[in-house]
Nanobody, 121 residues
Framework: QVQLVESGGGLVQAGGSLRLSCAAS????????MGWYRQSLGPQRELVAR????????NYADSVKGRFTISRDDAKNTLYLQMNSLKPEDTAVYYC??????????????WGQGTQVTVSS
């Protein structure tokens, strides 16, 4: 299993920057990809950014392209989300996600507890 602990959320003014961190522990070797999701209005979580283990392929939501950067520090088992040029629309609870799979077993998703990001206008 994988445990995810997030940090770095807070209140920031529009145009400012924030860096989210997600520390992973447990069966790190089983992780195929990690990502950041956010939940604002309603129950749905939307993908913000994702990075794969093999090849470090990244993808971003159109709304954050050019502003957010996802990265990993494998030595520290930590995922980051650098958020620049923040907009009030970015206000949400941000969740760290890990996609885990042991060989050909059923893939599992693990989630952090979420960290609040509030962007004031």
């Amino acid at each position: 299993q994988v445990q995810l602990v997030e940090s770095g959320g807070g209140l920031v003014q529009a145009g400012g920057s924030l860096r989210l961190s997600c520390a992973a522990s447990g069966t790190i070797f089983s992780i195929n990809a990690m990502g950041w999701y956010r939940q604002s209005l309603g129950p749905q979580r939307e993908l913000v950014a994702r990075i794969t283990r093999r090849g470090s392929t990244t993808n971003y939501a159109d709304s954050v392209k050019g502003r957010f950067t996802i990265s990993r520090d494998d030595a520290k088992n930590t995922l980051y989300l650098q958020m620049n040029s923040l907009k009030p629309e970015d206000t949400a609870v941000y969740y760290c996600n890990a996609e885990s799979q042991f060989g050909s077993s059923r893939p599992l998703d693990y989630w952090g507890q979420g960290t609040q990001v509030t962007v004031s206008s």
